[in-house]
């Protein structure tokens, strides 16, 4: 270099860092889109890039009650937030992968409460209040249960997701079945046959919900109490 000659600025191809306002950007953190050079804001924030990931999993919940795991699309995500669909293909991939996180929330659900009916001494009642409190929470009277959803679009998912969904329906029907052994002693018969019913029952509710415009649910949940508690 020669007396006086300014060093050359480093490029892209020199360096794996380069500023973009206040930021210090790794190249592969960039993204063309239509040939657009593109930074979403959501990649120099990890905590921004953490939410809307979260937020993707929680409306494609919501769109799995509202009209299955089949029948919606990218397209209607990318609608949503507002965003072009190679930023949902950012967060996931394929469907399949944002499937798996949709199952992967509902099993830590499942998990979490089953671990509180496990220390829990109230009464059969209320731990069947709260079981159904947790398949209706935040749900509209045009929705349904998602595991059911899934369970009824079975056939039509991917290996992964199937493998996951069983591990779930399992999981949902030990936890059930728990919570009529707790308190259902005077039946005389199987509890997982009642714990099969009862989540029959509890789920079925949802549908005819959304389908007549009223609920069922609690006269449905106090004569499942009254057939459980009777010696």
């Not at 009642?194 to 609690?218: F, H, M, N, T």
């Amino acid at each position: 270099m020669g007396k006086g000659t300014a060093p050359k600025p480093r490029g892209l191809r020199d360096s794996p860092f380069f500023r973009v306002g206040d930021f210090n950007v790794h190249k592969w953190q960039v993204f063309t889109i239509a040939g657009t050079l593109t930074l979403g804001s959501s990649i120099c924030h990890t905590k921004g890039m953490e939410t809307r990931k979260l937020q993707i999993i929680r409306f494609t919940e919501s769109l799995i009650q509202q009209k299955g795991y089949a029948a919606f699309s990218y397209d209607d995500l990318a609608k949503h937030f507002g965003v072009t669909k190679a930023s949902i293909h950012y967060h996931f991939e394929k469907k399949e992968d944002l499937g798996l996180a949709v199952l992967e929330r509902l099993y830590q659900r499942l998990l979490a409460f089953s671990a509180r009916m496990a220390i829990s001494q109230e009464p059969v009642e209320e731990k069947l209040a709260r079981f159904s409190k947790l398949q209706m929470e935040e749900l509209a009277d045009d929705v349904i249960c998602p595991i059911s959803s899934l369970q009824a679009d079975f056939e039509l998912l991917p290996d992964s997701m199937r493998m996951k969904l069983q591990a779930i329906s399992r999981l949902e029907l030990s936890v059930m079945q728990g919570i009529i052994a707790d308190g259902a002693s005077g039946l005389g018969t199987d509890s997982r046959a009642v714990a099969l019913a009862v989540l029959a029952a509890i789920k079925g509710s949802l549908q005819y919900r959304r389908v007549l415009g009223e609920d069922p649910g609690p006269d449905i949940m106090d004569g499942i109490c009254r057939i459980l508690t009777r010696s």
